[in-house]
């Protein structure tokens, strides 16, 4: 698995997921769902765990009649996770302070009709 920094250089996109799953060549869920997505890593060494995975949603749209459908958007999907950051004591730099954050993380994507604002004077 790549790392997140990897990925954005990275020329994945919706139309190679969609051309990929229609010649077989790709069998795993998040890339034949209707808004099909990868996982990167998201590497931090002053956290714990230092490795999480993230998802990325490879299409803006949704995948319907085998095509990027804009009339649909696809987003991420989240779940909280606890993590333990740990930064230098200022008083002795031989020393740590940790502490505990919950923090959210992209697990998936799913596929959305847009959201629309109406203004009311």
């Given at each position: 698995m790549r790392t997140c920094d990897q990925l954005k250089e990275s020329r994945d996109?919706?139309?190679?997921?969609?051309?990929?799953?229609?010649?077989?060549?790709?069998?795993?869920?998040?890339l034949r769902s209707l808004s099909p997505w990868e996982y990167c890593i998201d590497r931090d060494v002053g956290r714990f765990?230092?490795?999480?995975?993230?998802?990325?949603?490879?299409?803006?749209?949704?995948?319907?009649?085998?095509?990027?459908?804009?009339?649909?958007?696809?987003?991420?999907?989240?779940?909280?996770?606890?993590?333990l950051w740990r930064k230098k004591c200022p008083q002795n730099p031989d020393k740590y302070v940790v502490r505990k954050y919950f923090i959210s993380v992209p697990v998936g994507c799913t596929c959305v009709r847009p959201g629309y604002t109406s203004s009311h004077k």
């Open positions: 996109t919706c139309e190679q997921a969609v051309d990929d799953v229609l010649k077989g060549e790709k069998n795993e869920t998040n765990p230092t490795d999480i995975s993230i998802a990325r949603c490879l299409c803006q749209g949704c995948v319907t009649d085998q095509s990027n459908n804009m009339d649909y958007n696809s987003v991420p999907v989240c779940g909280q996770m606890m993590v």
